[in-house]
Structures are given as C-alpha cells and as structure tokens.
C-alpha cells in the first residue's frame, strides 16, 4: 500500500463519526447535568426519568459509535500503521475507546457496587478527554499527509 492511500477519511464518513462521537458526548453531558443535585433515592422527581432516557440514548450511539470506528479498521486505520502516519494519536485514541466502552460495561453489570462511583467518574473524565483528543487526531494526520507539489499540473503538460 503506498504512503497515504486509503488513509485519509472521505467527507462524509468523517462527518459520520464526528456525529457519532457528538451524540455520544451529548448524551453523556446532559445524563450528568441532569444529575446536579438530585437525590438518589427520590424518583418522583422527573429529572430521573429523562436521566434513564439520555442513558439509553448514549448507550446506543456509544454501540454506533463502535460500530463505525470499528469499520475503519481495514482502510484508516491499517493503512495508517503501514504507511507509519499518526500512530501514537489513532492508537491513543483507539485505547482510550476501548477503556471507555469496557468502562460503560462495567458500569452496567459492575463486579461490586462499591466500584460505580471511581468507574463513572473515570468514564466521565475520559470521555471529555476523548472529544478533545479526536480533532488533536485529525489535525496531527493533516500535519503528516504527504503535500501535493503544485508543479505536477506543468508535468502533466509537458506530456502531452
């Protein structure tokens, strides 16, 4: 594979996963906003029930979201490590992805209660440091993608 082939993200699948990682990030911000200040054991408030709501719902992109950086294994991120571009961020990045969806697991099925606390409030810094991570990610692979010379349109016509 030649340096830079495959590697860089089309317009709208990069839009697909930025959407994803903004749904993601949403749901999570407006679930712990909505938490400031509401009591634990008092479900006659409404804010629980638009909690559980926002919960689901970043559930959900959060399994999108797998999904979609999962389908950039075999171009983006394969052709990346080949060509050696953005390693330390795409694997950065890659880590951190996996901590946070292991991380959502065991917050749904945690091996002891006494955990949920640490783990959410891990879950919750690393996700912010995730979305600030993506356009770092982004702006490193736009330093390291190989420049068009702009003479090759005069070679082109000395061609012909």
Known sequence: MSTGAGVRLGLYFRLLVYA??????????????????????????????????????????????????????PRHQRGAWRARRNRASGSTLTIMLLILALGGLTLYYPPNEDWRNAISI????????????????????????????????ARQAEHK
């Not at 995730?130 to 736009?142: E, I, N």
């Open 20 to 73: 994803g990682v903004l749904a993601v990030a949403i749901s999570g911000i407006c679930w712990i906003l909505l938490g400031l200040g509401l009591t634990t054991d008092d479900f006659t408030n409404p804010r629980h029930l638009w909690r559980h709501r926002l919960l689901v719902s970043h559930g959900v992109a959060a399994y999108c979201l797998l999904w979609l950086v999962g389908s950039l294994f």
């Open 122 to 153: 891990s879950h919750q810094i690393l996700g912010v440091i995730l979305v600030l991570a993506l356009p770092l990610h982004a702006w490193l692979g736009s330093l390291s993608r190989p420049k068009h010379h702009a003479t090759a349109p």
